[in-house]
């Protein structure tokens, strides 16, 4: 019980928010995709996406890039390595916590 | 005001469900490859190049060369494939991206050793199944023309039913195509004079065409269902 516990306690913050969460384990999947697939699978609105990947990117585990597709503005979202690594440790501590 | 307590049970509970919720969000991008149809597309069409394949070459006369039949083969099959990797980028190019995001896939994985595990297994499989077919020719229990077109239909039918398991309950009328395509096969198998050894392109064929319809559908109800959006706002 006491180990539960502490792996609960070890969860990384920033990825544990549910929307976050949402975000990044459908980023983990990709290569890369652009702000309008997240906005679709992911069903918030701009604005909350938009803070959401701000707080990732500052912690350094989205990489944002805006881009052009033709004549239209595209923004390109991908996971860093050290967000790849840190999914991927909170994935292995959310196993261990039951 | 009142505080709720979580219990041990509540929370592993908890726990489990957002594993789950985790899961069912990294499988999310795999089946939105299909959400316009065009991976049925593309399997159709190349069941329908292999279905073109062989009625070009029942067309050609007895005297062709073994390298002519070969040639004919592989010239509907280029141009059938050709064509559905155009369709499928023209589609994803003028209608999904503008509509519901661009995705790229990762080619194969960071682990080294699944690929090659994989091919290493097709390997097998594949050296298994033609060394069975070899020793069933020598025999005389089955004809090559006839391993090929059972085998690929076989393979069809079971494909399309993996497919519609894992598209969710949203396309449960692709459950219908499914059974209609089972159907389909049992009557022509039925319907051909002679033995079952007898039948050869017309199954490929049907398959070809359920496989292209399902994905013409598919996009159908996927453009109907969606618009697209203003992209300065992001």
């Not at chain 2, 190349?46 to 067309?59: D, P, R, T």
Request: one cysteine or more; hydrophobic letters at 45%; a positive charge.
């Amino acid at each position: 019980m006491n180990e539960q516990l502490q792996a609960i306690s070890e969860l990384d913050r920033v990825i544990h928010e549910p929307g976050r969460l949402m975000i990044v384990a459908l980023l983990w999947a990709v290569k890369e995709c652009d702000f309008l697939y997240l906005l679709h699978e992911t069903e918030m609105n701009k604005g909350n996406l938009s803070s959401h990947l701000a707080r990732l990117e500052e912690a350094g585990y989205v990489q944002i890039e805006k881009t052009y597709r033709g004549k239209v503005p595209q923004t390109l979202l991908r996971l860093t390595s050290t967000g790849r690594s840190e999914f991927a440790r909170y994935c292995k501590t959310l196993k261990a916590a039951f | 005001m009142s505080k709720a307590l979580l219990t041990y049970s509540g929370l592993r509970c908890k726990l489990v469900c957002m594993n789950n919720k985790l899961h069912t969000y990294m499988t999310r991008p795999e089946r939105y490859a299909n959400i316009d149809g065009t991976g049925e597309m593309i399997f159709g069409l190349m069941l329908l190049g292999f279905a073109l394949a062989g009625y070009l070459e029942a067309s050609l006369p007895g005297s062709a060369s073994k390298w002519a039949r070969v040639a004919v083969i592989y010239l509907g099959l280029i141009l059938v494939l050709g064509l559905g990797y155009w369709v499928r980028r023209g589609i994803k190019k003028r209608i999904t991206w503008p509509r519901t995001g661009y995705v790229a896939y990762p080619r194969g994985g960071k682990s080294w050793w699944l690929p090659r595990v994989r091919i290493f297994a097709t390997l097998v499989f594949g050296l298994s199944l033609a060394f069975a077919v070899g020793i069933a020719r020598w025999r005389h229990l089955i004809s090559m023309g006839n391993a090929r077109v059972d085998g690929l239909t076989v393979f069809s039918v079971v494909m399309y039913g993996c497919w519609v398991s894992r598209m969710g309950k949203e396309n449960w009328w692709k459950w219908l195509v499914w059974f209609f395509m089972i159907l389909g096969v049992v009557t022509i198998a039925l319907m051909v004079p002679g033995d079952f050894n007898n039948w050869d392109r017309p199954p490929v064929l049907l398959m070809g065409l359920l496989w292209l319809g399902s994905g013409t559908v598919t996009l159908y109800s996927y453009i109907r269902h969606t618009k697209p959006s203003n992209p300065e706002t992001e």
